[in-house]
């Protein structure tokens, strides 16, 4: 007959598995949300993203931006500015270089505008 006992030197393997639940964090103030249709699959991959701003002067879109942190990243955890460049690849006449140039120019105080807002965060006060 058979011993149906277990023996005393059993192997275990440890094994990573995928489990869905909520996780409840402190959000902050400057913080837009957490969209239900781009979930994170793992603490790390949670965001905390602020409002995205278009930078388009003259109706030329030239940037993205928006207030960004990872609070449990393994690489970097600040509060920062999210800048995504919109491509300008491209060949100019000169009349198009000097607007090229006019419309970085009014696009570079917009983001010197969105940092002092990143700065306020920073030190505590509201975007």
């Not at 570079?108 to 975007?127: K, N, V």
Request: glycine share 6%; proline share 8%.
């Amino acid at each position: 007959m058979a011993n149906s006992a277990m023996p005393d030197d059993v192997r275990t393997a440890s094994v990573n598995v995928f489990v869905t639940k909520p996780l409840e964090i402190d959000e902050p103030d400057w913080c837009a949300g957490h969209p239900d249709e781009a979930p994170a699959q793992y603490k790390v991959d949670i965001s905390h993203d602020g409002p995205e701003h278009v930078i388009a002067p003259r109706g030329r879109e030239l940037f993205h931006t928006s207030i960004t942190q990872a609070p449990f990243s393994n690489v970097d955890r600040r509060i920062g500015l999210y800048v995504e460049s919109i491509d300008t690849i491209g060949t100019y006449t000169p009349d198009e270089v000097e607007q090229l140039a006019a419309d970085l120019e009014a696009a570079a105080a917009e983001l010197r505008t969105q940092g002092l807002a990143l700065a306020r965060i920073l030190h505590g006060g509201q975007p």
